[in-house]
């Protein structure tokens, strides 16, 4: 396990967002005795557990685009990721696509709130649920058990997503929004996609 921590941790990516995340913690630590921080903190990751799934079915599972650029973009995003499922360097989302929406999120947030205490406390409880996200993921990919029978179900869910059909199972960290947009069934019931390895190929 400690090999596996070693190899999420260094990553350079998570590297990048690990200090950012713990600069914005140590900014966000001294305003904690505030119960709007809290709600702040709580919301930001809320936002982030329903977007993960958001993002991975409308945005990563578009049919291929006719856009050369635009394909090339979501090929690194998340075509080439299906193709080959447990390369690392394909696991993670890269920087350029993570820290431009993270900074749009803060500026929507204290276009909001107008505080920028509570702005910070917001795009901290994203970042750290961004972070759980990208180790969820990890995990999925690698021999690692989880230690809890839920954590074991979700790992089983992301690999049904990747081997058996890409048209469900889009929860990463979580099932609930699956579940309450219908694209959590029992694996039994659902066909084998001759294209989850392969979104390009979508008719």
């Known amino acids: 396990m400690k090999k596996y921590g070693k190899e999420f941790i260094t990553f350079p990516d998570v590297m990048v967002m690990l200090i950012i995340f713990a ?39 578009i049919k291929k685009p006719n856009n050369p650029f635009l394909l090339k973009l979501i090929k690194r995003l998340h075509y080439d990721h299906h193709v080959d499922p447990d390369n690392v360097k394909l696991l993670f989302l890269p920087l350029w696509f993570s820290l431009p929406n993270f900074m749009i999120l803060a500026v929507v947030c204290y276009a909001i709130t107008r505080n920028l205490e509570l702005t910070i406390a917001f795009v901290t409880g994203v970042i750290g649920y961004f ?21 074991k179900q979700i790992k089983k869910s992301h ?12 929860g990463v960290t979580h099932r609930a929004v699956d579940k309450t947009m219908g694209t959590y069934r ?18």
Not at 131 to 151: C, M, N, S
């Open 23 to 61: 600069a914005m913690l140590a900014l966000t630590v001294p305003n904690l005795s505030d119960w709007k921080v809290w709600i702040a903190i709580g919301n930001g990751m809320i936002m982030y557990a329903i977007s993960e799934y958001m993002i991975h079915r409308f945005l990563f599972h």
């Open 131 to 151: 972070l759980y996200y990208e180790w969820k993921h990890f995990v999925a990919h690698k021999p690692i058990q989880p230690a809890t029978k839920l954590g």
């Open 159 to 170: 690999l049904w997503h990747h081997y058996k059909n890409e048209n469900y199972w889009f």
């Open 186 to 203: 029992d694996h039994k019931e659902v066909e084998k996609s001759d294209t989850a390895r392969d979104l390009e190929k979508r008719a």
